[in-house]
């Protein structure tokens, strides 16, 4: 997808950039967010992306890289580098202006070293530092953390989807979290059906987390 759109899942945001700060409260972390209009969430925390963060494992020091997928302005992949500085953190948007966020609240947030790369939808990578251009397609993920954009429609979530869990090594997981209306049940049934084994982790106001392993 290129070219301005006023979608959060295009390239380039057409809408003029109006930045906000917001705050992220969780057990262990209080971090705060740039924001920007023509980004996911750009007002609150998703409460789909805090159930994550609050229910999913936390990233442990032997994973050598962990992946944020559709990391908007960053509230997962900052979480991701603050619980497991040891972990190289990609954090990967189709939207130039979210990837940019995450950099800026990287820095904001003591954990300045995250990869954060603009990708398309077949997961090439297409702008970011000329380290991660070159390393990002070699890399593979033993943990994957995503708030997936589901309004992206089913074939694009499909491909994505297999783009990107592919990426994990072979005892590599993924954790999802997916709106029950918006399709979650009948996704996890398609990912085990392509031999992700998938369960429920839990499910709570519409949302349920998803746990994936690599095929
Ligand atoms: C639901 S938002 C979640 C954003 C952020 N992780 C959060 O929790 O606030 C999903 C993100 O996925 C991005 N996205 C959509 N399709 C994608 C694709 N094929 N590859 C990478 N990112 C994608 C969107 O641009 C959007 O920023």
Known sequence: MSGPSSQYFSRAPAVDSAEQEIQLSLADLELQFTTDRGVFSQSRIDAGTRLLLQEAP???ASMANVCDLGCGYGPIAVSLARRSPAS????????????ALTAKNGVANDCPDIHAVVVDSDGSAIDGTPEDLAALPTTQFDGLWSNPSIRIGKPAMHHMLTVWLDRLTPSGMAWLVVQRHLGADSLADWMTAQGWATTRVCSRAGYRLLEVKAR
């Open 88 to 99: 190289s953190v990609w954090a990967v948007d189709l939207n130039e202006r979210a990837v």
């Open 58 to 60: 936390h990233p442990t």
